[in-house]
């Protein structure tokens, strides 16, 4: 077990410093109460069978009895009580690993692949089951062991010595197989991994695999993964045979040595039959902690590995919690020497942008495919950090402002809507919980999706699945444009708000635009619409960003 694994260890035991005496009382009485049946033993092969009393035999056996129930019932408290130890401790990690995902800012957030964050909120989980009830009761049955041992020694030293030996034999042995399982345990994690990957192919491009040849090369592929994953499982299962049939084995031999020791130390008259049977059923007892000490010990050293994965993730940089706010938020907007440059380019995508849109203007945004529409709405959302140069809102960067306060005051219409698996009125209390159901119907009037909603089977209380995929692209981009609305705030950011909607839907957003510049909302809007881009007071067009188009203002989308 390495280091860092016994200072896991110590962290959990001294969290709760009054659970671990607990458990180490309960392991005291449980293995004082384990004495029993080999005193048993000896006593009623000494007493009974030399003297006959039935008397004696049967109070020895009704104590026995008694001592293996109360035995049981320690073992059994004794679990309980280590399974409360470190349940703190792994909220603590468990709840940390998956605020880190949920806060990561962007860009910090990519740094890590989707399979490394996966694991490392895996991991929480991971170090806690390797430090469960079970394996922390062996950890307090091995001072135990050692104390059968003394017993032992106490009656017969040739036969301590026989239990020393074989308890180092079994550690040996154990170790040995753990190395020897460990790379196939991690080849077989890759394994599974791997069909695993395949499993989401095949439901996410579901459509894709039918209509463009993919079931083909993906069955292909998904029964090599098949057969791979079953040789390594196959392996790993002979391995965790062979070494429980060694550690039986060793089990077994221990028992011939004793036996076969204590028999000539019987002839010489040094040790009676009573105490050798005794000796012996002590000695399987001292040997059974070790030999389950080295799988537990490996889940230990997994544990270590996990932590590592955890500490790593802990560096993600995450959104402060707290930071400046305004008064009143007025929606001017200002980009100044904006440079950005996407995670793994070398080039710039947005340069040293300089903008300022007053208060209550429509800002639109153009430029082909790639130039950066959607990169500066996350930007100006605080979605995603520029290297170089700032947004401000009335005058402070927006970078200052406590997250939670910035995104209030901003509705937000994504390019490819994504709703939370609730009820849709979840989804909309969710970006502004003051909202009564009154107020509710009129945003989806305003947004244009109350008939989206009334299509619904449970209307508002329909559940989303699938992130709102399952609902038709318009329908999304109305609630999404409605969710946006909600929030109540100054800035409104709208990426390609017609995509895929029908000329009713286009006019909704007209009018919401209108609307919008008509109450002093500031607006900023993607879109390739010749007629938006005419109704805004503001054009920067990403291809030639130094060259801002100012519109003439009052220009109506009709
Ligand atoms: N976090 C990121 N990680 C990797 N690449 C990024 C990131 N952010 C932006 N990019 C890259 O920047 C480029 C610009 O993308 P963006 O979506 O902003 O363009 P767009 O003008 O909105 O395009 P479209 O008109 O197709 O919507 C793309 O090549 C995109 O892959």
């Known amino acids: 077990m390495s280091g860092g694994a ?33 005193f048993y033993t000896m006593l009623v092969l000494n007493r009974y069978v030399t003297h006959g009393v039935d008397s004696t035999l049967a109070a020895l056996t009704v104590g026995v009895v008694l001592s293996i129930a109360f035995e049981h019932l320690f073992r059994h408290v004794r679990l309980r009580i280590a399974g409360r130890i470190g349940r703190a401790e792994h909220e603590r990690l468990s709840t940390g690993a998956f605020g880190i995902l949920l ?38 049955d091995l001072p135990f062991a050692l104390g059968f041992i003394l017993v032992v020694a106490l009656i017969s030293w040739p036969l301590a010595a026989i239990c020393v030996l ?3 034999l079994s550690i040996g042995a154990g170790l040995l197989a753990q190395t020897d399982m460990r790379a196939v345990g991690r080849d077989l994690a890759q394994a599974g991994a791997n069909a695993q990957s395949l499993v989401t192919s095949a439901i996410v491009g579901r459509d894709a695999v039918a209509l463009f040849g993919g079931a083909k090369p993906l069955l292909g592929d998904w029964q090599a993964a098949a057969k791979a994953l079953r040789t390594l499982r196959e392996r790993m299962s ?30 010489r008259g040094e040790l009676d039959v009573g105490s050798l049977i005794g000796v012996n ?26 932590q590592a994965r955890l500490e790593q993730f802990a560096r993600t940089a995450v959104e402060a919690p707290t930071g400046t706010t305004l008064p009143r938020y007025t929606g001017t907007l200002e980009l100044r020497d904006l440079t950005y440059t996407p995670p793994g380019s070398v080039t710039p995508l947005l340069r040293r942008l300089n903008l300022t849109v007053p208060a209550g203007n429509i800002l639109a945004l153009k430029g082909r495919n790639g130039s950066g529409k959607t990169t500066l709405i996350r930007l100006i959302a605080g979605l995603a950090d520029p290297q170089e140069g700032a947004v ?16 209030q005051q901003i509705g937000l219409l994504p390019q490819e809507p994504t709703f939370l698996n609730r009820t849709i009125r979840d989804n909309l209390l969710l970006a502004n919980p003051r909202l009564s159901d009154t107020e509710l119907h009129a945003l989806l009037h305003r947004a244009g999706a109350d008939r989206a909603v009334a299509d619904c089977a449970q209307g508002l209380d329909t559940p989303l699945r699938n992130f709102g995929h399952e609902l038709p692209v318009g329908h999304r981009r109305r609630l999404a444009l409605a969710r946006a609305l909600a929030v109540g705030g100054r800035l409104i950011l709208l990426d390609e708000p017609t995509d895929g909607l029908d000329s009713e839907g286009t006019a909704v957003v007209y009018r919401t635009l209108i609307e919008l510049a008509r109450t002093g909302h500031t607006v900023v809007i993607a ?32």
């Open 6 to 38: 016994i200072g896991l260890l110590a962290l959990r035991l001294r969290s709760n410093l009054r659970l671990t005496g607990r458990v180490f009382a309960a392991s005291l009485a449980a293995n004082l109460l384990g004495l029993a049946s080999s």
């Open 103 to 140: 806060t990561a800012r962007s860009g910090a957030e990519s740094a890590e692949s989707d399979a490394a964050r996966r694991e490392a909120v895996r991991a929480a989980e991971q170090i806690d089951a390797a430090f469960g009830s079970a394996n922390l009761a062996t950890l307090f």
């Open 166 to 168: 074989f308890t180092i």
């Open 238 to 267: 002979m391995r965790q045979g062979r070494a429980q049939s060694a550690a039986q084995s060793l089990q077994a031999l221990q028992g011939v040595a004793v036996i076969a020791t204590g028999a000539v130390l019987v002839v």
């Open 281 to 306: 059923l002590l000695v399987g007892r001292a040997l059974a902690p070790f030999t389950r000490l080295a799988q537990v010990g490996e889940s230990w050293a997994m544990a270590r590995q996990a």
């Open 392 to 407: 401000l809102a009335d005058g402070v960067e927006i970078r200052k402002f406590a997250p939670s306060w910035w995104r």
């Open 527 to 558: 879109s390739h619409d010749p007629r938006i881009l005419q109704g805004a007071s503001l054009v920067l067009d990403l291809d030639h960003p130094q060259d801002t188009v100012r519109a003439e203002p009052g220009l109506v989308m009709s």
